[in-house]
């Protein structure tokens, strides 16, 4: 979870919270942001939700080995793009330990802080199922485009240029 931070304020806390009856309030919780949610987008975004299966059921909130709470200080400078920072460390990471996880980010508010006893100021950023795939898993990733698609070049004269995948200092 370490990451560069604003003004060193590292502003993150991570609530593991281990399996047993409070996962149940958490899921219920979870569904219930969920739902409303869903409710509230824009119709291309539920078709998204229909295509990719994802509904308001989150029994990995339940079931999960571990679940990871990521919390962000709202009072620290670049709070968020810290907090973004760390988790996108912290996925990472678990990636190359051969876990899995799910970069899940429900709309839960202080009930959900009063719960995992975490002062109301922080604000839940996201919510990480972790463990290991189930043995005959076929994960099957989603295309990615192009750095040739994702980058613009700016020559040094400020014209646009052609995407060269050597930068200058490798050369
Ligand atoms: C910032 C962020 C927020 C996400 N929020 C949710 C979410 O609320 N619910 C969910 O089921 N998946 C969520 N996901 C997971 C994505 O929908 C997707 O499954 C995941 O990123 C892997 O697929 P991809 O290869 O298309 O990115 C989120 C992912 C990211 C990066």
Request: proline share 9%.
């Amino acid at each position: 979870m370490r990451a560069p931070s604003g003004a060193n304020a590292q502003p993150w806390e991570y609530v593991l919270i281990e399996r047993g009856p409070v996962r149940n309030a958490v899921r219920e919780l979870c569904e219930r942001a969920d739902r409303e949610f869903h409710e509230r987008s824009p119709v291309w975004l539920r078709q998204f939700f229909a295509d990719h299966e994802i509904t308001p059921i989150k029994e990995f909130a339940a079931t999960a080995p571990l679940l990871v709470a990521v919390f962000g200080r709202r009072d620290k400078p670049f709070w968020l793009q810290s907090v973004w920072l760390s988790i996108a460390n912290f996925i990472t990471a678990l990636e190359f330990e051969g876990l899995h996880s799910l970069t899940y980010t429900p709309s839960v508010g202080k009930e959900f802080n009063k719960l995992l006893g975490v002062d109301e100021t922080w604000s839940c950023q996201a919510v990480l199922p972790v463990g290991h795939g189930l043995p005959d898993e076929q994960l099957k990733p989603r295309p990615r485009l192009s750095p040739a698609a994702k980058v613009h070049v700016v020559d040094g004269e400020g014209r646009l240029a052609p995407f060269n995948a050597q930068l200058p200092f490798e050369a």
